[in-house]
């Protein structure tokens, strides 16, 4: 079966409070959502939300929102909150392209993307959510200091990804082309779904840690 046609998922999604059905009347007041002024990230393209769930058990003085695009696997991130009883933790059922729509300048403190579709074809190079169109994206709704962090096994899209950076005006804090084995950068690293089942192939994972 394919996922995205998990039978009722938008109809589920609609009705969970943990989902925000209309995030653009939260722009700019994410803090009433989350009823206080803790600092807000987000994971673009969260699947079925291990890692952010994780994170959000972690660290409850940080507010999470995951976005994802289809519904039958943002389910299933909603199913994993159902006995965890957070409070900082959100999602969206929405496109990433439209990120400006439900969140204001400056409003956000990270930005986590964990294994982007890679678009392999040149002409969809835009839609990597690591392009230079992305990253624009991203320096409006991230704070000054805010940080994206990007973690993915494909060799072609980190590659891809690295050489973005500079074109978009941004700078490396952190680039390892082997997290596992980066005795730094591998400290408190969370797991997601795509990370635990590629690693176990025996895939290095690359990530890179960027501000402007
Ligand atoms: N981050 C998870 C899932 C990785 S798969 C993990 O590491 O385990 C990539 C996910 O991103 C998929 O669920 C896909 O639907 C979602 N996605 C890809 N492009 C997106 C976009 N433009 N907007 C929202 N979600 C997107």
Redesign the pocket.
């Known amino acids: 079966m394919r996922l995205r046609n998990v039978p009722g998922a938008r109809e589920d999604i609609a009705k969970h409070e943990l989902a925000i059905n209309e995030p653009e009347n939260n722009k700019g007041k994410w803090n009433e959502e989350f009823g206080n002024n803790n600092p807000i990230q987000l994971?673009?393209?969260?699947?079925?939300g291990?890692?952010l769930t994780t994170l959000a058990q972690q660290n409850p003085n940080i507010n999470y929102v995951g976005?994802?695009?289809?519904s039958s696997?943002l389910v299933r991130a909603l199913e994993k909150c159902e006995d965890l009883e957070l409070d900082n933790i959100r999602f969206i059922r929405?496109?990433?392209?439209y990120i400006e729509d439900a969140f204001a300048e400056g409003e956000i403190d990270k930005i986590y993307l964990?294994?982007?579709?890679p678009w392999p074809k040149d002409r969809h190079a835009k839609r990597r959510?690591t392009s230079v169109q992305f990253l624009k994206r991203y320096d409006t709704i991230l704070k000054k200091d805010g940080v994206v962090e990007f973690k993915t096994d494909n060799d072609d899209l980190f590659e891809f990804s690295v050489e973005q950076v500079p074109e978009a005006g941004w700078e490396f804090v952190a680039k390892t082309w082997d997290l596992h084995n980066d005795k730094e950068l591998v400290q408190g690293n969370v797991m997601?779904?795509?990370?635990t089942k590629f690693s176990g192939m025996g895939h290095p994972i690359h990530k890179y840690i960027i501000k402007r």
């Open positions: 994971e673009i393209g969260m699947g079925k291990l890692f976005i994802e695009k289809y696997v929405m496109e990433a392209e964990n294994f982007s579709d959510l997601t779904e795509y990370e």
